[in-house]
């Protein structure tokens, strides 16, 4: 089942967005059922004679048709509620990093080190390398060390934007005069990508997010290397 899912969306790089195929995967198995339920119901009516004339009730289906449904609604509501409180939920984070949108690039800014800070830009066309991603690179990436879990509080300088990792399950608006928390975990390491959503103004587009999830022990170095500048 997981493979349709993949058609819409990217092979998953937490552990709640794997929660989410899943249930995106039981849904979706639900709404197969009704419908072929539906096919049946509307082609054995189309061929029926129609000569039953003194039908007037029938407790049983009634009965059926009313409680099947309720029951299946509770089949997808009670899954469903599991998930929003399990995107919401803060586990003990292990560091705190805050982005801010601006007309048209993302900020960063690691404040539980020595006050690291930078601007991410969308690569333009003609300085990309060969092994760029065209429309989705940025000079400087996010890091964050894999297996830990992050908070990021999302805000904005301007107009609404939209921080967008899709492959983590993480979409949540930079509003300006607001901070909005989102937490996620990545279980591997690599390049995930995503783009502003909520359309900010002329070079919306042009605003991407590259998070490079890496080792712990790289991440510190990192941050040393940040620190110096
Ligand atoms: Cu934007």
Redesign the pocket.
Known sequence: MATWNLLLTQDSSSPLMEQLIFFHDHTLMILIMITIMVVYLMTSLFFNKLIFRFLLEGQTIEFIWTVLPAMTLIFIALPSLRLLYLLDETNNPLITIKTI?HQ?YWSYEYNDFKNIEFDSYMTPSNEMKIFSFRLLDVDNRLVIPFNSQIRMLVTAADVI?SWTIPSMSVKIDATPGRLNQVNFFINRTGLFFGQ?S?I?GAN?SF?PIVLESINAEYFIKWIYKMAEI
């Open positions: 949108g048209w934007h502003c909520e900010c919306h605003m």
